[in-house]
Structure formats: C-alpha cells, structure tokens
T-cell receptor
Framework: RKEVEQDPGPFNVPEGATVAFNCTYS??????FFWYRQDCRKEPKLLMS???SGNEDGRFTAQLNRASQYISLLIRDSKLSDSATYLC?????????????FGAGTRLAVHP | DVKVTQSSRYLVKRTGEKVFLECVQD?????MFWYRQDPGLGLRLIYF???????EKGDIPEGYSVSREKKERFSLILESASTNQTSMYLC????????????FGSGTQLSVL
C-alpha cells in the first residue's frame, strides 16, 4: 500500500460545478497536511494547509479526518483556471526530520 | 518572491555520462531538496540538505549524489546516467522549521538515451 494515495482522475467537470478530491494516508502518526497545485508542465505550488478543524480559502475547503486517515479538498463554483493537478502532502516525523510524502496527484479538467 | 532557479529546462544525455543538475535559491533558505517526478508515482525525494555541507539521503538516493558547498546552491549529480533516470527533476527550498512550504524550481526534464 502506498503511503499516500490519491485518485488520479481525471475529473472532468463543467464550469460552476462543485468537485471534491480525497487523499488517504497510511501513517496514523502523520502530523501535518497540505494541498499543492501543479499546472501542466509547471512546478507545484502550495495551495493551502489542512487544519484539524477544517479550513476555507475562498472557493476552496480543506478537511481532515484523522479517524479514517484521509484529507479532502472541495472546490466550489469551478473555474476554467482551476484545471490543474492537485497534490496532497502528508508530513510525519521520521529519522530525525520531518518527512514530506507527496501523493501522485489528482487531475482536474474544468470545461466550458 | 522566492526564486528557485534550475540551470536547464531540458537536458539530453547518453548512458554512462556524468550529469550535473544545478539549483540556486535567492531567499537564504536553510533547507534544499531534490525530487524526481514520474507519472503515477508522484514526487519522490532523492536527497535533501538542512545546512551547508550537510546532506541526507531521501527515499531513492541510489545512483545519485549531491553537493552543497554554499547555502544558496544545491547540486544533484548522476554519477553514471542510466535510462531509468529519465525523469523530471525538481529542486525545492524552504525555511528552517518551515519544511512544509516548499518553493520549487521550474524543473529539469532529463532524457537519458
């Protein structure tokens, strides 16, 4: 089993739709969680952190479910510019340092 | 804005060649990382460094080495390139204690023929 797993997609949605991605992780001692966004042929960029109580940034909502060991990203009112690959990142402490594990990413394609 | 610069966007090398990938960051970050990204596998950590002249192996260090002689520069070396090292290589940096917010370079697509 991979340490961090994501549905690769693609998720094809029309503009204005609401779409949600999940990301499961295997290490129950994981401490921190993040979503990164990667546009086609570009580098990943931090989208948002994921807090235990859930957090929102405009149209984006991130949630954490520790009991079931997954994080989620909800995008409301999708825009064409949201088309990208979304990477989840899970961090746990191992071997004396914080270990960042990236998921393979979920591809989102928003169409007119 | 933080800038992380990788020396080449595309690189084509032959099997057995020694390959140097250079990365420079301009924000005085302590931490620097080298990842490779392959379809379906995500980003995998090759090596990282938390200080000058310091290096630690990541998850897939075999066939690679690194050098960090100056704080702003982190080099990845493929001692003898092989075809299975064809990949996108991404350098990243972060502040000490802020390891979760990584700033990435634009990547080097390496093809080994």
């Amino acid at each position: 089993r991979k340490e961090v797993e994501q549905d690769p997609g693609p998720f094809n949605v029309p503009e204005g739709a609401t779409v949600a991605f999940n990301c499961t992780y295997s290490n129950s001692a994981s401490q921190s969680f993040f979503w990164y966004r990667q546009d086609c042929r570009k580098e990943p960029k931090l989208l948002m952190s994921v807090y235990s109580s859930g957090n929102e940034d405009g149209r984006f909502t991130a949630q954490l479910n520790r009991a079931s060991q997954y994080i989620s990203l909800l995008i409301r009112d999708s825009k064409l510019s949201d088309s990208a690959t979304y990477l989840c990142v899970v961090i746990w402490f191992s071997g004396g340092y914080n270990k960042l594990i990236f998921g393979a990413g979920t591809r989102l394609a928003v169409h007119p | 804005d933080v800038k992380v610069t990788q020396s080449s966007r595309y690189l084509v090398k032959r099997t057995g060649e020694k390959v140097f990938l250079e990365c420079v960051q301009d924000m005085d970050h302590e931490n620097m990382f080298w990842y490779r990204q392959d379809p379906g596998l995500g980003l995998r950590l090759i090596y990282f460094s938390y200080d000058v002249k310091m290096k630690e192996k990541g998850d897939i260090p075999e066939g690679y080495s690194v050098s960090r002689e100056k704080k702003e520069r982190f080099s990845l070396i493929l001692e003898s390139a092989s075809t299975n090292q064809t990949s996108m290589y991404l350098c990243a940096s972060s502040l000490a204690g802020g390891g979760e917010k990584l700033f990435f370079g634009s990547g080097t697509q390496l093809s080994v023929l």
